[in-house]
Nanobody, 121 residues
Framework: QVQLVESGGGLVQAGGSLRLSCVASGRFAWIATMAWYRQTPGNQRELVAVMTSGGGNRDADFVKGRFQISRDNTKNACYLQMNSLEPEDTAVYYC???????????????WGQGTQVTVSS
């Protein structure tokens, strides 16, 4: 089994910064992509940023250069540095990982429990 544990959420004023962390634990062969999603009440979960094990990444349009995703493959960790936060960024942020349980096998998606980010105006 794979567990993803997020941390770093909280309350911040508009214009402020937060750094989210996600660490994967368990028995697995390899983590392919790691990503951050966010969700607000009544809305679907949406992609914020994704990064491959090789460092390739893609951001959602609304990021507009404000957020930066990074990974530390030696720690099975993924981070999201969020700057210039806006009230519209208020959401629960979820870590996602596509995990290969054994060498040569398929990947499976896993999710963290979510961390609340609240940006006040």
């Amino acid at each position: 089994q794979v567990q993803l544990v997020e941390s770093g959420g909280g309350l911040v004023q508009a214009g402020g910064s937060l750094r989210l962390s996600c660490v994967a634990s368990g028995r697995f062969a390899w983590i392919a992509t790691m990503a951050w999603y966010r969700q607000t009440p009544g809305n679907q979960r949406e992609l914020v940023a994704v990064m491959t094990s090789g460092g390739g990444n893609r951001d959602a349009d609304f990021v507009k250069g404000r957020f930066q995703i990074s990974r530390d493959n030696t720690k099975n960790a993924c981070y999201l540095q969020m700057n210039s936060l806006e009230p519209e960024d208020t959401a629960v942020y979820y870590c996602n990982a596509d995990v290969r349980m054994r060498s040569g096998g398929p990947t499976y998606p896993y999710w963290g429990q979510g961390t609340q980010v609240t940006v006040s105006s």
